[in-house]
């Protein structure tokens, strides 16, 4: 087993933090999904992505014990042997613990797809909240694209390198992130764009909490969880940020040439650039040493092997700028490690970053043991240029490490993917309110203007609406609804209102009948209209102005007793104009770039 262990439940171990905050619900109360709910799922998934299921998911339910008796029979049976533990020990680690992560995973995991099998297992324990219901549907949906993938691409090719298979699987994971984020915004309502900024803003808040600290007390645990989380949510990022310049498109065409590094998984510019690893050979074997492990890092391990002295933002940021890289780790009688880890990086300062750190953590490094093995207080570390070498557990003599350089290869040919590039992440504005002054209503948020009705009071304090205007036998709101502009999105947020109203008003829902369902123009565009009329008398008329391309609408709502109140708010919503031909900034949080 090697230093990147291969971690083989293909399931969604990072758990959303994007579903809506519900309140928890009597244990009990809420019921395991159906057989024809989790059918759903897959169907709207493939509808979403835009793929074809070619045939059907057979879906297996399982109580706690058979999803843990499933999940024990997909991981790799062997555990880590003393050897393992040798090659981890060379890169200042010690053993993972395993039964502590197999435990987690165990826990967590809600879902996954067998591939040789073509079947789709899930946790059918009972939701306790709401919320808890709606990630259940999300793991499905990310297991359903599991499936779809394998319909429409086939099974990959095996990478020669761990690091080649764990930016594989990146791909993998994080498109079937993407789909379920999909999934998520046509749950909601919103566009695919927002639902992935949104979530990736959340999580770098929750990221940036996390890492304040510097060196964690269990490194080894936190390598380990980085590595298990990284197709996923490195995986997601570069899917969202290929979808960002291609759409779905592009991202189906990624499977014809997949990334191959970490690297180009964590920087998807230099993937759609053509930027490949440079080749480094095998380092030579010691005298009277036995290899017991070889293979590459890359970006990813590289900057998790620095983070253990020094914590994972210094560690990844020396790591920025690798280019390639080959070690081995031998033994020999006594117990003895050594390690030869060529590099190349990028340019010289990329280089010197990594060079520098690695000095610094010589003492962190010093005199390692674990069980049988040893590594001598001894490094011999040298850099040329671009080149690095890097030679421990032997010699101080830098001549060890020299020899190694002329392993490096030149940089491969570029072969770009495309032109394009991803594009710059625009800042998301704060939202502002409008202000009244002199019966004039003006938003530089919604970039439109108004006139207040006389004897009309208006409010924009209200933090349901963005303007409320109030008279006497007549009320007006104007507000912002984040769902798309679409038929059937526009049926959810009418039909919201009138639920809403019927129960501010404490009205049964016999009580208001649909008049009229029709589109009518107003000075800031062509809108849906609907009408409801009360037995009391009440009129409620509700129009939707779809703005910034679609990805959300203003709301115009007007609700009267009498016709000639009806003609007042006409006449305020006939005074609404837009300040200026350019989008408003409200566009920057409904469609953010």
Avoid at 162 to 180: I, K, N, P, S, T
Avoid at 439 to 451: N, Q
Avoid at 467 to 476: D, P, R, S, T, Y
Avoid at 550 to 563: L, R
């Amino acid at each position: 087993m090697g230093l990147l262990s291969r971690c083989t439940v293909a399931a969604a171990f990072v758990v959303w933090g994007c579903g809506p905050s519900l309140a928890p619900v009597a244990e009990g109360q809420l019921s395991p999904l159906r057989t024809d709910q989790v059918e759903d799922v897959v169907e709207r998934v493939a509808l979403v992505r835009g793929m074809e299921l070619k045939r059907p998911v057979p879906i297996t339910r399982l109580d706690d014990a058979a999803m843990v008796a499933a999940l024990r029979k997909q991981r790799d049976a062997e555990e880590p042997d003393d050897e393992a533990e040798a090659a981890r020990l060379a890169f200042n680690l010690h053993r993972t613990p395993r039964p502590r992560i197999q435990a987690l995973l165990e826990k967590r995991v809600l879902g996954f797809y067998d591939s040789d099998d073509h079947e789709l297992y899930y946790r059918a324990a009972s939701p306790h909240t709401r919320e808890s219901l709606f990630k259940q549907r999300i793991v499905i949906a990310h297991e359903v694209h599991h499936a779809l993938q394998h319909d429409a691409f086939g099974a990959p090719a095996k990478p020669a390198t761990a690091d080649g298979r764990l930016a594989l699987r990146a791909l993998y994971e994080g498109d079937a992130q993407v789909a379920a984020a999909a999934f998520v915004g046509s749950e909601q309502g919103a566009p695919l764009g927002r639902t992935l900024r949104r979530l990736f803003d959340d999580w770098d808040e929750v990221k940036s909490e996390e890492v304040a600290g510097t060196r964690s007390p269990s490194t080894h645990l936190t390598m380990t969880r980085r590595i298990l989380e990284f197709p996923y949510v490195d995986g997601m990022r570069f899917v969202a940020d290929i979808y960002r310049v291609g759409g779905f498109e592009l991202v189906n065409a990624v499977y014809e040439r997949p990334p191959h590094t970490t690297e180009q998984i964590l920087h998807p510019n230099k993937y759609l650039a053509g930027e490949g690893a440079i080749p480094v050979d095998l380092p030579p074997l010691p005298p009277g040493y036995r290899a017991v492990e070889e293979g590459t890092l890359g970006e990813l391990v590289t900057g998790q092997v620095l983070a253990t002295c020094v914590g994972e933002a210094q560690g990844m940021e020396a790591a920025r700028g690798w280019g390639g890289d080959r070690y081995r780790v031998a033994t020999k009688a006594g117990g003895r490690v050594s390690l030869s880890w060529v590099s190349a990086w990028d340019d010289d300062a990329s280089a010197r970053r990594f060079e520098d750190l690695l000095r610094t953590q010589r003492d962190c490094w010093a005199d390692n043991e674990a069980g049988p093995w040893t590594v001598a207080d001894h490094m011999s570390l040298v850099r040329e240029g671009r080149k690095v070498a890097v030679v421990t557990g032997l010699s101080d003599d830098p001549a060890l490490a020299a020899e190694q350089l002329s392993l490096v290869g030149e940089p491969p040919a570029r072969e770009p993917v495309t032109e394009h590039r991803v594009p710059e992440k625009e800042p998301v504005p704060s939202a502002s309110r409008g202000v009244v002054k002199d019966a004039h209503y003006v938003s530089g948020w919604l970039g439109i203007t108004a006139d207040i009705p006389e004897d009309f009071s208006s409010d924009t304090r209200d933090p349901t609406a963005e303007l409320l205007v109030k008279g006497e036998g007549g009320v007006a709101v104007l507000f912002v609804s984040d769902r798309v502009h679409t038929p059937a999105y526009n049926d959810a947020t009418f039909n919201a209102l009138r639920d809403a109203v019927l129960r501010k008003l404490e009205l049964p829902s016999y009580d208001l009948s649909l008049i009229s369902d029709d589109e009518v123009t107003t000075p800031l565009g062509p809108g849906a209209a609907r009408l409801w009329a009360s037995q009391r008398g009440l009129r409620l008329r509700m129009i939707l102005v779809p703005v910034c391309f679609g990805t959300g609408s203003y709301g115009i709502v007007q609700a009267y007793n009498s016709q000639k109140v009806r003609t007042r708010l006409d006449q305020w919503v006939a005074s609404l104009q837009w300040r200026s031909r350019q989008p408003p900034l409200v566009c920057k949080k409904l469609n953010p770039r």
